[in-house]
């Protein structure tokens, strides 16, 4: 009977589970030890048996000989500051303003998280031809100093432009979550803040913040990691351009695999880059969690 | 509800599962049929084709993309075999793509690639073409670059040619009536133009027309271009004390001060759609652009060589831009082969490739007429005996890519020549340094 039972169970976990663990584990677990065994190599990536063991020497040459991928690694965390603070901020105060009784309510949600249902790769087209087409138009009709700049012509127009379209895009999605938090919130507790006399910005730091936190845990760590991770966006709008200028860790680390033909090196740095990831990632969602209350 | 969603669940499993399976049946028919097609292959008979197969064709030239499509449509009809044509190009980087494509698993029967030691990496997948019908008529020099250890790895597409084409209407316009050939008189001519109220020249920022072609002006006026390759690549000549290239950064000042404004935003698209339409009076391109000329308006053009100085001495470069590689690995060889003996030796392969493609035959035996292969042709046919050739090439993969980089610093004024120059050599020892 028991032995049943537990077989039983054995087979719950299987049909359930089971389809999910065979497809990570070739989709994410195999490549990623794979990936892990080539960054000791010396491999162009076209044929498997070609790969040659040279040990530390990719770390080794990273760390001592390779400008680009410091210049890049250094892009990305200015890039990662400026849009987690500033998608953050934006959602929020979206988040705060959608969620008070106004007309079209519904209309503005929907409006506002859009942006997220179109791929990053052609969102960037469609903002390459908005910044070097539409901008010019708009810059020659107006006059106006801020639209006659050569947009993603520049490394600062390039790392601004990437700024404004990476969080038009992912605003919307962090909206709504903050938008769902917000309305979590009990609504005797805002009654009550009310009674003593609190102010709106009253309620909303004291009462409102605090109990939001598990939301802004998450829509940190997405912001994040999709902003560290950033590929698609930099691929089709800037290219990296112009020069290097604007060349994002992912997209330095597909430059090296692919185009210069070193994939044990790119899978070096691919290695480095997950591990910062994590380290980043998990201090920040270990730093947030402790500002978490109960409601 | 909780029934309907089980039985949901089940159906959807049962289909998942049943689509496994088919796939599996699928596989094992295909490998069922690869014996046979090598047994095919072995016999020769290549000329009665089965109807079942379908060729890859990855490649990246997008001025042709419709055209091809529209051949591999007609080539489908004569013999029943499917030719699928896949293009990168242009704004892409098409090395990358391929080698993606690749490493994925694919192997496409027909793929592009450059010389020299862009080839190499492709060595072991690059069929010997010199037992081929048509190998014996390959111009010499196009062959050049695909030339291994006395094989023929690749079939050249094309002959093509860069320097500077200009508008003949807006040259009258503005009162030019002797075409510049030095530097100085590229400049007068330039300034003239500006004075009558038109941009002198349209330029871009597409690494690859300031990378591969602007350098390579530098490097094929060399006295001996090779030696000053391998200088460069072992770290014993630099570019910055080199007098070749102390002269070409003067043409390239005098080319970016002269271009449209916005040319830090100019893709390769605009800038050839600028020159097309009137905007601009001079472009810095190949004949490649005759098509997508063609497209906006019939203009009158003609093409000037690049003066790096005042010595009157100045040429266009020509070259095989690409070469049709035929992939060993790949499951149809021997039909590539025979689509590729097709392109070059059928009435309709070659009508394609000189009306449609506009291409100037890399083979003798393919004699186009000019209005066959425009006015752009012409003028680098013409040009062509005393032109200079195509040396990019030489250096491996990334280098070019690196140059794009340093040159699109230097146009948008980021970094100054010797900070160029520094770039340059250091874009080819972050590659060729183990």
Known sequence: MNLRKRSNEWMQQLVFVGPGMIVFTIIVLIPFLLGFYFSFTEWNGLDLDKAKWIGMDNIHRIFTN??????????????????????????????????RPMRGRNTLRTIFFLPNMIGGILLG?????????????????????????????????????????????????????????????????????????????????????????????????????????????????????????????????????????????GTAKAMLFFFAVSIIAVTQVWLTKRKEVEA | MKKLSILLAAAILTLTAAGCGNN???????????????????????????????????????????????????????????????????????????????????????????????????????????????????????AGPAQVDGKLLGMPMNIEGYGIFYNKDLFEKAGITTLPKTLTELEAAAKQLQAAGITPFSTTNEWWSIGHHTINVGLAEQPDPIAFINGTKDGSTNFKDND?????????????????????????????????????????????????????????????????????????????????????????????????????????????????????PALTSIKPTADEIGQMGVAVSEQAATAGGWHWGRYPDGVPQGWGAAMQEYQGGSIDKDQLFDKLEKAIQEIVSK
């Open chain 2, 24 to 142: 599996g049946n699928n596989s094992g028919s295909e490998a069922t049929n690869k014996p046979a097609e090598s047994a095919n292959a072995t016999t020769e008979a290549t000329t009665t084709p089965k109807k079942n197969v379908t060729i890859k064709v990855f490649q990246f030239k997008v001025e042709i993309a419709d055209a091809l499509n529209r051949m591999a449509e007609e080539y489908e009809k004569e013999t029943g075999v499917k030719v699928e044509v896949e293009t990168h190009g242009g704004g892409e980087d098409y090395n990358a793509l391929l080698k993606a494509e690749i490493a994925s698993g694919s192997e496409p029967e027909i793929f592009n690639s450059e010389g020299y030691a862009a080839l190499e990496a492709y060595y072991d997948r690059a069929t010997d073409l010199s037992g081929e019908a048509w190998a014996k008529d390959v111009i010499p020099a196009a």
């Open chain 1, 66 to 99: 390779d400008d680009k991928f410091w210049a890049a690694f250094k892009f990305t965390l200015k890039f990662t500051v400026v849009t987690v603070v500033v998608t953050n901020i934006l959602a929020l105060l979206l988040g705060l303003l959608l969620t």
């Open chain 1, 125 to 265: 087209y469609i903002w390459q031809f908005i910044f070097t087409k539409g901008f010019k138009t708009i810059g020659e009709m107006t006059g106006w100093h801020f639209f006659e700049l050569p947009w993603l012509g520049t490394p600062e127009t390039g790392f601004w432009g990437l700024v404004i379209v990476f969080v038009w895009q992912t605003t919307g999605y962090m909206m709504v979550i903050y938008i769902a938090a917000i309305v979590g919130v009990p609504k005797d507790l805002m009654e009550a803040a009310t009674i003593d006399g609190a102010t709106y910005f009253q309620t909303v730091r004291k009462v409102i913040m605090p109990l939001v936190m598990p939301a802004i845990t998450v829509c940190l760590f997405l912001t994040t990691s999709g902003a560290f991770k950033m590929f698609d966006l930099n691929l089709s709008l800037t290219k990296g351009g112009p020069g290097t200028s604007t060349q994002s860790l992912a997209y330095n680390i597909y430059a090296e695999a692919l185009v210069n033909n070193r994939y044990g090196l």
């Open chain 2, 244 to 360: 070749v290239f102390k002269k070409w950064i003067n043409y390239v000042d005098v080319v970016f001060k002269y271009s449209q404004k916005d040319k830090l935003t100019t893709d390769y698209a605009t800038q050839v759609a600028n020159f097309a339409s009137g905007k601009a009076a001079m472009i810095q391109q190949g004949n490649w652009i005759q098509g997508d000329v063609d497209k906006v308006a019939k203009l009158n053009v003609g093409l000037l060589p690049i003066p790096i100085d005042d010595s009157g001495n100045a040429h266009i470069y020509t070259g095989p831009a690409n070469f049709w590689i035929v992939n060993s690995k790949s499951k149809n060889a021997e039909e590539a082969k025979a689509f590729l003996n097709w392109m070059v030796t059928s009435e309709t392969g070659k009508t394609y490739l000189t009306k449609e493609f506009k291409f100037i």
